[in-house]
């Protein structure tokens, strides 16, 4: 098991190395970096001054290779370096230092704030949608799949399978706009929810940030479609097939009741593609709603990335794809340890 966590650690960091290369070159060649941080005004030593400062008068190559050093945790910075980018982390050695760090994913061109700052105040807000819509699909979706698994052939498997497709048919930014129109617009006097809002409202009489679960309620409910149509079918297919293995037929001959060798036995063995389903989506979903957040004026991350590109705040952009990316790397190491625990066959691999 060890070995294969750690094959899939070195996986994880080419993967990590890849994305770095592919965001790097995709974004070269967009617009003029130097004016668009010193705006429609600014006179050519200014601009000679930021093109230095944003290493563009350097070569491609080294460019990329100044940009793989400030985002890697592990790099070596000059002390001049790790003052002027205010980079924090552990530093050893004298002039030139072997740094241990927070990725520095450089500066915002239209508010010059750090790009990592940016994205971890929004992270909070994707994070509460995210478990949100998750913990929706799972908590229905798997419970949904074994019935409709135990009832096959039932109007309530029928059902299922036919709310499942429509599910994975609609497209998010479609039911966002749908469910926001007609529960946060038309029925907005029956439903109490808005179009928009955050994780927070404004109190009245103190003026002070409250929390606000009512708001959450209608982007989760559209981000979780999706998977929650996903989780129902793998589920019920995983089932199935669990259901005709001749240990089944044993647990009931040895008079186990249904529910015991449904709930406890069977799906145990039938999660392996569930995790794989609740995992990925999770990732994807924590990624970046964009358009579910977009819709719904969410502060998270995806709404970051799109006012950014709307700005053509590249830097923002690029850090955003960067974190995506990491969590998708970590949500498969976690799939791999939850295999583990629920098939012992991955251990010996």
């Not at 989780?231 to 019920?236: A, D, M």
């Not at 990316?325 to 939850?338: C, K």
């Amino acid at each position: 098991m060890a070995q294969y966590i750690v094959r899939k650690l070195v996986y994880s960091i080419l993967v990590l190395i890849g994305v770095v290369i592919l965001v790097f070159f995709l974004f070269q060649g967009f617009g003029d970096p130097a004016r668009l941080v010193m705006g429609q005004t600014g006179d050519l030593k200014t601009q000679e001054n930021i093109r230095r400062e944003l290493y563009l008068d350097q070569p491609k190559w080294k460019q990329f290779v100044l940009y793989l050093n400030d985002v890697s945790p592990i790099a070596i910075h000059s002390k001049e370096e790790i003052t002027n980018k205010q980079l924090k982390g552990i530093f050893i050695g004298g002039e030139k230092k072997l740094a241990f760090k927070i990725p520095y994913l450089r500066r915002s061109y239209q508010s010059k704030r750090e790009v990592g700052s940016i994205l971890m105040q929004a992270l909070p807000g994707t994070i509460m949608l995210t478990v949100a819509a998750m913990a929706l699909a799972v908590v229905i979706g798997i419970p949904l799949g074994v019935l409709a698994a135990v009832r096959q052939n039932t109007w309530m498997d029928t059902t299922a399978i036919f709310s499942s497709i429509i599910g994975i048919s609609a497209p998010s930014f479609f039911m966002g706009i749908i469910i926001a129109y007609i529960f946060g617009f038309v029925l907005t006097h029956y439903t109490g929810l808005q179009i928009s809002g955050n994780w927070f409202d404004i109190d009245a009489e103190t003026g002070k940030k409250v929390l606000s679960f009512k708001n959450i309620i209608l982007p989760a409910v559209t981000l979780g479609i999706r998977p929650l149509a996903i989780i129902t079918q793998l589920t019920r297919s995983a089932m199935l097939d669990v259901l005709d293995q001749d240990y089944i037929r044993t647990a009931y001959a040895k008079g186990l009741s249904k529910k015991v060798v449904v709930w406890r036995h069977a799906l145990k063995n039938a999660l392996n593609p569930v995790i794989t389903a609740i995992t990925g989506w999770f990732a994807e979903l924590l990624a970046g709603a964009f358009f579910v957040e977009y819709i719904f004026g969410w502060q998270g991350i995806g709404k970051v990335t799109v006012d950014a590109l709307e700005k053509l705040d590249y830097p923002v952009v690029m850090g955003s794809v960067l974190i995506s990316a990491a969590f998708f790397v970590i949500m498969n190491i976690m799939a791999d340890v939850l295999y583990g625990l629920f098939d012992p066959r991955v251990k010996n691999q």
